[in-house]
């Protein structure tokens, strides 16, 4: 858990960091990246690891960073970005966010999750 800390902390400061030198486009990028990879390891957390979404710091860490991602321009509606790298990382985000919540409301010994 010491590991998992430790690079989260390190993944904010260097999200912070390099956001320091970012404006526009590039910014929603890095942020976008920052809570893509955050939204992974709370899949992670949740599928491999056995916790909760509600134990999961990778998942309760989510809510923050989707605001950091909004507050530089991310998830609005205006069009094709110019720069639709950003917003694909975003919506795989979302999709991810969804994904873990989804599994860890599913009941131990059930079928599991499955749309199709």
Known sequence: MATT?????????LGAW???GCEGAEMRSVQARILANAAD????????RGLTYETSRNCSSLSGLASQYIAVG???DLG???????????Q???TSAWMARALSN????SRGVAIW
Not at 5 to 13: G, Q, R
């Open 5 to 13: 800390k430790t690079l989260k902390t390190l993944t904010v400061l």
């Open 80 to 90: 094709v970005p110019k720069n639709p790298s950003h917003a694909q990382l975003a």
């Open 41 to 48: 390891e709370c899949v992670y957390d949740v599928r491999d």
């Open 74 to 76: 991310g998830f609005k």
């Open 106 to 109: 599913t009941k131990p010994g």
């Open 92 to 94: 795989s985000a979302r």
């Open 18 to 20: 390099v956001l320091a």
